[in-house]
Each structure stands twice: as C-alpha cells, then as structure tokens.
C-alpha cells in the first residue's frame, strides 16, 4: 500500500515512530528501544514494516501492543500536575533564574566588568543549573536501553533529588556538584569545592538517598556526580556506600544489572514520577 506515513513523536522518557494512513489513522508505532513494532490494525503485517525499513536499524519484533501493566495504567491516570517526567534537569532552578537577568558572560562562574560598572560574578546558581543539564543529559541517554530518570524530585522541607536513576542495576539518587575549573577535594563527610568552606556534602547526598528508599521501599544508591572539576582527589579512600562520578563516567550506570527487572523498573519509575509520592518522606 502507497501513502503510509511515519512520524516520530516525543514521550516522556522514550522516542517513537508513528505509522498512520494519509487520512491519520495510527497503524502501528515503533519503539526503539526495545526494538518492537507493535501492530494496532490487524492487516498491515507488511506494508508497516516496509515503510519503518528506512528508519529501523538491527532485529526488531512485530506484534500486538504489549498488554498495559497495573504501573502503566497509573501512569495514564496520573494528572499533568502530579507528572514528574517532564521535569527538564535543574527544573527548580530554571524557575527561580528565567525571570532574571544574566549577570555575567560566558561561561559559568565567570565576572564581568564594564566601564564604570561595579564588578558582578554570574550567579552561583546559573552554575549549578548547567552542572544538571550536562549531567541530565547524560542520564536521559540511559533511557534508550532501558533506564528511566526522573529529574528534579521536590523533598518536602523545600530540599530536592537533583537525578533519580531508575535501572537494572538498581535506583541511584544523584547529587550534582558544579565544579568547573576548581579542584575538589572529598574527605568523607566534607567536600571542598575551590577555595570555599568545605561542606558536608556527602552527608547531604546520602539523606537525600535515604528519604528516597524510604518512600521507594527499595534500596537506593546515594551517587554524587562531581562536573568539570580541573582535578578531583578523595582522601584518604572513596565512601564505600556513595558512588562517586567523574566527568564522563555515566555510562558506567548502563553496565549495573542483576537487581532490578523490566517489571520492577516500570514499577518504580511509575510510583517516582507521580509529585503525591513524595508529599511525606
């Protein structure tokens, strides 16, 4: 049949390829990351996979739409407000810093000075917002084999998980910490960014992680994810229960199984994306 069209679309937490007739009807829906055509008019066992052919790479299977689980029926019913998997990385930061004005040029942690303008440092939160992008990006390319990250999830008391890690190697709770260009030194529980008074950064990424395993009812990982520091040391050893990422160590998440099963993660990432879950942690 002539006039199939394919069109890919967006969901949260996962891309798909839509094949419908010219009139608009969906016949079928490609899932890359899992590799699945699922057929939803019987009849099209043919001409669906001939015009997925150009965009499709590797085996995939041809079927009827895997039948809902109780976690994705949730989902459906889950109001947009109470939807966490929107949330872009930093999210909370980019409400509190789009009304406002930039206050320095160019990369983050820089000054400016103009002529007879008073010497302004760029917001230490702009920072802060571009360390969980770079790293948010990172962990939303996990989601093409099968992880699920939630960003931004709001802890009552006015506090938040920066990145929580849904996977086969379990659910990490991450903390970002924007370094860029300083050096880092961890000296378990105190972190020290630069030249600035050290902080119990490690003990606030292990509550955090805490609160989540409490809600979750699930063992949470406590991760922090040190960006762009010019040089990270951890004396006198790295924490045995916090998972320290260097720049680029993301993808060691992926290699993490043996815990957690396809059931479980759907489970999990449907109960961490609905806002009411965390109202009493």
């Known amino acids: 049949m002539q006039g199939l069209r394919v069109t890919p679309a967006r969901e949260p937490g996962r891309d798909r390829l839509y094949v419908t007739l010219p009139s608009g009807r969906t016949l079928a829906w490609y899932d890359p990351a899992i590799g699945r055509v699922s057929l939803v008019v019987e009849g099209y066992g043919d001409e669906v996979p001939a015009a997925l052919a150009p965009f499709v790479t590797g085996d995939v299977t041809l079927g009827p739409p895997p039948v809902p689980t109780t976690a994705h029926l949730a989902r459906l019913a889950l109001h947009p407000d109470d939807d966490l998997a929107p949330n872009r990385p930093g999210e909370a930061l980019h409400a509190e810093l789009d009304p406002l004005p930039e206050t320095g040029a160019g990369r983050p942690g820089t000054h400016h000075r103009g002529p007879g303008v008073r010497r302004l440092r760029a917001d230490p939160r702009r920072a802060r917002l571009t360390a969980q992008q770079r790293l948010g990006g990172e962990l939303d390319r996990l989601e093409a084999i099968g992880r699920r990250v939630v960003h931004a999830v709001p802890l009552p008391g006015a506090d938040r998980i920066d990145h929580l890690a849904v996977g086969p190697g379990g659910v990490f709770a991450v903390h970002t910490l924007a370094a860029f260009r300083q050096r880092v030194l961890i000296a378990d529980p ?22 989540a395993a409490h809600t979750l009812a699930v063992a949470v990982l406590p991760v922090l994810a040190v960006v762009g520091a010019e040089r990270l040391e951890i004396r006198p ?8 990422l260097r720049d680029g160590e993301v ?3 992926a290699g993490l199984g043996g ?9 999990l990432y449907a109960t961490a ?8 942690v």
């Not at 050893?237 to 320290?244: A, E, G, L, T």
């Open 259 to 267: 815990v957690l099963g396809p059931a479980d993660i759907d489970a």
């Open 251 to 253: 993808p060691a998440l």
């Open 273 to 280: 994306r609905d806002r009411r879950t965390w109202l009493r």
């Open 237 to 244: 050893v790295p924490p045995q229960d916090v998972r320290i």
């Open 190 to 211: 105190q972190v020290r960014t630069g030249r600035a008074v050290p902080s119990p950064c490690l003990r606030l990424t292990r509550r955090r992680a805490e609160r």
